[in-house]
């Protein structure tokens, strides 16, 4: 199956700083890899995501990148912002009828004053 | 708010025991999926109904099963509970089982055993 991996653990940035979270994956089928964000006490929400026919993706502050010979993918904050320290998931779905999302470890991104 | 609902927030119970997690998808979404996290084995994908069947399996233990009701409402049982059995579990919803669809997250029930 799927093994998704994710660095750093952890990641502490200054305000106005850049951040760049990775992830590689193992499955070459897999073909979408979305990118969530956990605040303390809540659910993941999907920030952004990419599919295996774009190289990459970029809304306001938040880009992804896609690397489908190297089987990674990153994530990158521009501008940091105190609301941006939270948990960040990176994850990647097998193909086939059934969209299962295989999780990276996490990152928990601390972002100071 | 994710449109997608989850109760108890919080369960206690001790080991041995069965307990049944709910959850509502946000409306108009047939596919509900189940997640467990924990701290040692982070988000992990359990089971996966669509329009009230099973669809997909993940790490889901025997002691666990689901089932999604025709309002489409979700239930997660989960019996002879353990202490390692304590974590989040989390529900997700979306409209279609394919790829590329975005999976919206209730907020979690926390299940402590002890």
């Known amino acids: 199956g799927e093994n998704v991996e994710q660095h750093p653990s952890t990641l502490s940035v200054q305000e106005g700083d850049s951040a760049v979270i990775k992830c590689t994956y193992s499955?070459?089928?897999?073909?979408?890899f979305p990118w969530y964000k956990q605040e303390l006490g809540k659910g993941p929400q999907l920030i952004i995501d990419i599919r295996s026919n774009v190289g990459e993706k970029k809304d306001q502050r938040i880009a992804v990148t896609l690397n489908k010979t190297a089987k990674h993918f990153s994530l990158h904050i521009t501008e940091t912002q105190p609301e941006d320290s939270a948990v960040y998931f990176c994850a990647a779905i097998t193909t086939g009828t059934a969209s299962k999302l295989t999780f990276g470890t996490g990152t928990r991104l601390q972002v100071t004053l | 708010d994710s449109g997608v609902t989850q109760t108890p927030k919080h369960l206690i119970t001790a080991t041995g025991q069965r307990v049944t997690l709910r959850c509502s998808p946000r409306s108009g979404d047939l596919s509900v999926y189940w997640y467990q996290q924990s701290l040692d084995q982070g988000l992990q994908f359990l089971i996966q109904?669509?329009?009230?069947?099973?669809?997909a399996k993940g790490n889901i233990l025997e002691r666990f099963s689901a089932q999604q009701f025709p309002d489409l409402h979700s239930e997660l049982n989960l019996s002879s509970l353990e202490l390692g059995d304590s974590a989040l579990y989390f529900c997700a919803s979306s409209s279609d089982p394919g790829l590329y669809n975005e999976q919206f997250f209730g907020p979690g029930t926390r299940l402590t055993v002890l």
């Open positions: 109904y669509y329009n009230g069947e099973e669809r």
């Open positions: 499955d070459s089928a897999s073909n979408y």
